[in-house]
C-alpha cells in the first residue's frame, strides 16, 4: 500500500521563527523516521507530504494515495486539526485516525466536555470564561484548574494553573486569554490520582491497549501534568502500568476511557486522560484523539511499551483499524500486524 504521510514538523516552524511553546504539538523528525521505519518493515511504501500547505501543492498536482497516516495538527484556529482530514474528505482519499468533525470537536475541551456530560459519563464542573466578568458567573467553587480551552501538550498549564481563591481567579483567566487569544476553561481542580488510558479502534470494536498512571516527582512542577513536566518527563514524572486485577480503581477508569472514546467518535488509536476528585472517584478530563507518536518520548508509544507492545505493533494496530473502517487495502504481512490490544 501507498501511504503518504501528513504531519507538522517542528524544525520547519522554528526556522520560520515560531517559539517553543508554539510549536509545542508538532514533530520532531525523528518521529516521521520512526513511523517510515515500521510502515516499511509492515510491508508498505511511504511519502513524505509535510503540512497542510504541501498536501495542497500535491493534490493540485495529482498525486494519490492508498491511505495518508495523518498527524499534522496544523497552526491556526479551532479546526485546525481538521484542515487536512477534510480535504482528505474532499478528495475522497482514506486517511487514519478521527474526522473534522471529532478533531474540532475534542480540541475544543469545553465542547468534548459537554458531549460527554450528556453522555452521562463523570467530569468535573466546569466553565468558559472569555474575559474576566465572565469568571465572576462561575457558579460553583474553588479550588478551580484553569487552561486554555483548545490547546494540547500541557500548553499554557503550569503549577500556576491551581486557583486557590476565588478572587484570585478573573487574573488567571485574564492571563490565559491574553498568552493564547481564546478563551480560559475552567473546571473543579481534581486533587486526586491522574492516569491516561490508551486506545485502539473504532466504535464497538475500540479497545483499552493500556493505563499508566502519572506520578509527580519532587522536581516537578505541583499538581499538574504541565507543559514543562512533559518536555522533562524523565527527570519529573513517573509512569507505572496498572490493571484492574493490581487495582480495582483502574476497572472504572477503563470504563470511562472507553466510553467517552466511543460516544466521542474517535477512531484507530489515541489517549484519554482521567482524574480522581477530592472522593477518589475518577473524572473525565480530555481526549487526545491525535495522540503524539514519538517513540520514546510521547505518551501512548510510553504505555504501549510498558504493555509489551512494540511501536511497529501501534502502528500495525492503527492500519487494521483504519483498513476497517474505509476498506483500504489490508495491512502488510509479517507477524506484526497480528494480535489485539
Known amino acids: 500500500m501507498r501511504i503518504g504521510l501528513?504531519?507538522?514538523l517542528r524544525s520547519e516552524y522554528r526556522a520560520l521563527g515560531f517559539g517553543e511553546e508554539e510549536i509545542a504539538e508538532?514533530?520532531?523528525?525523528?518521529?516521521?523516521?520512526a513511523i517510515e521505519r515500521a510502515l516499511a518493515r509492515l510491508g508498505h511504501e511511504t511519502e513524505r507530504i509535510g503540512n497542510v500547505q504541501r498536501l495542497v501543492e500535491r493534490l493540485a498536482a495529482g498525486r494519490r494515495w492508498d491511505l495518508v497516516f495523518n498527524i499534522?495538527?496544523?497552526?491556526?484556529?479551532?479546526?485546525?486539526?481538521?484542515?487536512v482530514p477534510a480535504l482528505l474528505?474532499?478528495?475522497?482519499?482514506?486517511?487514519?485516525?478521527?474526522?473534522?468533525?471529532?478533531?474540532?470537536?475534542?480540541?475544543?475541551?469545553?465542547?468534548?466536555?459537554r458531549v460527554v456530560r450528556d453522555?452521562?459519563?463523570?467530569?468535573?464542573?466546569?466553565?468558559?470564561?472569555?474575559s474576566e466578568e465572565d469568571a465572576a458567573r462561575v457558579r460553583f467553587g474553588g479550588p478551580y484548574f484553569v487552561k486554555p480551552v483548545a490547546e494540547g501538550t500541557g500548553?499554557?498549564?503550569?503549577?500556576?494553573s491551581v486557583v486557590r481563591e476565588r478572587r484570585e481567579l478573573a487574573a488567571a483567566c485574564r492571563r490565559l486569554i491574553e498568552a493564547f487569544r481564546q478563551p480560559a476553561l475552567v473546571e473543579t481542580f481534581l486533587p486526586g490520582r491522574e492516569f491516561t488510558v490508551g486506545l485502539a479502534g473504532t466504535g464497538r470494536e475500540a479497545r483499552v491497549i493500556a493505563t499508566i498512571e502519572i506520578r509527580l516527582l519532587a522536581s516537578a512542577e505541583e499538581n499538574a501534568y504541565s507543559f514543562a513536566n512533559k518536555e522533562h518527563f524523565e527527570?519529573?514524572?513517573?509512569?507505572r502500568r496498572l490493571t484492574p486485577a493490581e487495582d480495582p480503581l483502574i476497572a472504572e477508569v477503563e470504563a470511562i476511557a472507553l466510553a467517552a472514546w466511543r460516544v466521542l467518535g474517535c477512531r484507530d488509536?489515541?489517549?484519554?486522560?482521567?482524574?480522581c476528585d477530592r472522593r477518589g472517584r475518577p473524572c473525565f478530563l480530555e481526549v487526545n484523539p491525535l495522540a503524539g507518536l514519538h517513540p520514546e518520548h510521547s505518551d501512548l508509544p510510553i504505555l504501549c511499551r510498558l504493555a509489551g507492545a512494540s511501536f511497529e505493533q501501534l502502528m500495525a494496530w492503527i492500519l487494521e483499524s483504519a483498513a476497517r473502517r474505509t476498506g483500504a487495502p489490508a495491512a502488510g504481512g509479517g507477524d506484526a500486524g497480528r494480535g489485539r490490544p
Do not use: C, N, W
Open 269 to 275: 488509536a489515541g489517549r484519554l486522560d482521567v482524574r
Open 235 to 239: 527527570e519529573r514524572v513517573r509512569y
Open 119 to 130: 453522555a452521562r459519563i463523570p467530569t468535573a464542573p466546569f466553565a468558559v470564561v472569555e
Open 26 to 33: 508538532f514533530d520532531r523528525e525523528e518521529t516521521i523516521e
Open 155 to 160: 500548553k499554557g498549564i503550569t503549577a500556576r
Open 89 to 113: 474528505d474532499a478528495y475522497r482519499i482514506p486517511y487514519t485516525f478521527s474526522d473534522p468533525l471529532v478533531l474540532s470537536l475534542t480540541l475544543h475541551k469545553a465542547m468534548a466536555k
Open 72 to 83: 499534522a495538527e496544523g497552526l491556526y484556529g479551532v479546526g485546525r486539526e481538521a484542515q
Open 6 to 8: 501528513t504531519y507538522d
